[in-house]
Nanobody
Framework: QVQVVESGGGAVQAGGSLRLSCGASGTIARINAMAWYRQAPGKQRELVAMILTVGGTNYADSVKGRFTISRDYAVNTVYLQMNSLKPEDTATYYC??????????????WGQGTQVTVSS
């Protein structure tokens, strides 16, 4: 089983910053992608940012220029630096990890989520 754990959420005022962290552990042979999703009350879960092991990143249009995704490959950890936060960024943020599990062809693992609340 691949375990995914997020941390770093909290409550901030509009214009503030937070850094989210997500670590993956278990019988991992290779991670192909790590990503952050978010889900606000009554809304569908949406992709916020993704970083690919082969290279490259993708961001939702709503966070471009404000959020930055990065990885520490040595410890299977992904970060999301969130700057210039807006009330509409308020959501539960989930970490997603895709790759190859030792002894299995593929995995798609999710964390439990961390809450981000931005007040005006």
């Amino acid at each position: 089983q691949v375990q995914v754990v997020e941390s770093g959420g909290g409550a901030v005022q509009a214009g503030g910053s937070l850094r989210l962290s997500c670590g993956a552990s278990g019988t991992i042979a290779r991670i192909n992608a790590m990503a952050w999703y978010r889900q606000a009350p009554g809304k569908q879960r949406e992709l916020v940012a993704m970083i690919l092991t082969v290279g490259g990143t993708n961001y939702a249009d709503s966070v471009k220029g404000r959020f930055t995704i990065s990885r520490d490959y040595a410890v299977n950890t992904v970060y999301l630096q969130m700057n210039s936060l807006k009330p509409e960024d308020t959501a539960t943020y989930y970490c997603n990890v895709k790759g190859l599990r030792a002894g299995a062809p593929f995995f798609d693992a999710w964390g439990q989520g961390t809450q981000v609340t931005v007040s005006s």
